[in-house]
C-alpha cells in the first residue's frame, strides 16, 4: 500500500521546477499591486491651493504660475517682453507677452468687431487683461500715454449720408468704429457709392445683427453714386462691380460690339447669364448715351 501511495504523490524534476515557476508567478501576481502602491505618488488634487488660486484672482485680477495650473490655464510659452503696437498684432505675440490664448482671442475678436486702440487707456480697458498684467506690459506698448480714446457719437434721432461722410463722420454712427469706417468707404469708392442702405450688409463684418443695430442712423443720397456709361465702358471699367462675374462683364462687352448700343437697362436682358437680381443691382450705376 505505502509504495502505491509514494509512487501516486511522487514527482519528477521537470514537474517539480514547473511547479517553483508557478508559486514564484502566483506570488509576483499578488505582491504586484502593493509594490505599485508603494511606488506610486499620489496625485490628488490640493483644492484649497485651488480655492486660494480663485481667491487671488478675484483679488488681483492675475493668477501666479502655480495657480494657473491649478486654475487649467497654464502658460507653457515663455514670457518676452517686447515693445509692441497692439493694432493687428498676431495672436502668437500676445501670448510671447505673457497672455493665455484665451486672453488674447477676446483682444483679438474686439479688432474684428472694429476696435482699434489709440492709447494705452485702450489697452488698459480689455477686461481681458487683469491690472497686474497691463502694469506688466505698459512699459513696452508704442502707443501715446492717455485714457481711453472716445469717439463722439450721433445724438439720437441724428442721421449720417454715408455717401458723402468721411471717416471721421462715420464713426459717429453708433456700432461703427474706425475699421468699420475704413471698409464702408473703400467699398463705397469700389461701387461708386450706395444707392440704398441696405447695401451695408455688403460690406465685410456688418451682418444682419449690426446692420439692424445702425440702419436707423443712416441715410443715403443718391446724387453722389458715380455713374458708369455702359455704352464705353471697358471690361476694366466693369471690373469695379462686385455683382458681375468675369464671364458676365465679357459678355455684356462682347454684346454691345455685335448689336450696338444699349438704349436702356431692359436692353441687358437679351443676354442669357444676366438675371433680373443683377441687373436691380448694376442699374442705378448705369447711364445709357
Do not use: C
Amino acid at each position: 500500500m505505502r509504495p502505491q501511495i509514494k509512487n501516486y504523490l511522487s514527482v519528477t524534476k521537470k514537474e517539480w521546477n514547473g511547479m517553483v515557476v508557478l508559486i514564484i508567478l502566483i506570488a509576483m501576481a499578488l505582491l504586484a499591486p502593493y509594490v505599485f502602491q508603494a511606488n506610486r505618488k499620489d496625485n490628488t488634487i490640493n483644492f484649497k491651493a485651488f480655492d486660494k488660486a480663485i481667491a487671488n484672482a478675484d483679488k488681483t485680477g492675475d493668477l501666479t504660475a502655480e495657480e494657473r495650473t491649478f486654475a487649467g490655464d497654464h502658460k507653457t510659452t515663455p514670457v518676452a517682453l517686447f515693445k509692441f503696437t497692439p493694432n493687428n498684432l498676431p495672436l502668437s505675440s500676445w501670448i510671447k507677452l505673457g497672455l493665455t490664448e484665451r486672453q488674447a482671442q477676446v483682444i483679438k475678436h474686439y479688432e474684428e468687431k472694429g476696435g482699434r486702440f489709440f492709447t494705452k487707456g485702450d489697452v488698459q480697458k480689455m477686461y481681458s487683461i487683469s491690472p497686474v498684467e497691463y502694469k506688466r506690459i505698459e512699459p513696452y506698448i508704442n502707443l501715446p500715454d492717455g485714457p481711453a480714446y472716445h469717439i463722439n457719437k450721433a445724438e439720437p434721432g441724428e442721421i449720417i449720408e454715408i455717401n458723402s461722410a468721411d471717416s471721421a463722420r462715420l464713426t459717429m454712427i453708433r456700432g461703427i468704429g474706425p475699421a468699420f469706417a475704413r471698409r464702408i468707404i473703400h467699398y463705397r469708392e469700389r461701387v461708386g457709392g450706395f444707392y440704398s442702405k441696405e447695401q451695408l450688409k455688403e460690406v465685410y463684418g456688418i451682418d444682419l445683427d449690426k446692420y439692424n443695430q445702425i440702419k436707423e442712423g443712416v441715410a443715403v443720397d443718391s446724387k453722389h453714386i458715380i455713374k458708369v456709361n455702359i455704352n464705353t465702358a471697358t471690361f476694366n471699367e466693369l471690373r469695379r462691380f462686385p455683382y458681375l462675374s468675369f464671364k458676365q462683364m465679357d459678355a455684356i462687352v462682347a454684346y454691345r460690339d455685335e448689336h450696338g448700343n444699349y438704349n436702356a437697362l431692359t436692353d441687358l436682358k437679351n443676354i442669357a447669364i444676366l438675371n433680373d437680381g443683377i441687373l436691380r443691382k448694376i442699374g442705378p450705376y448705369l447711364v445709357f448715351k
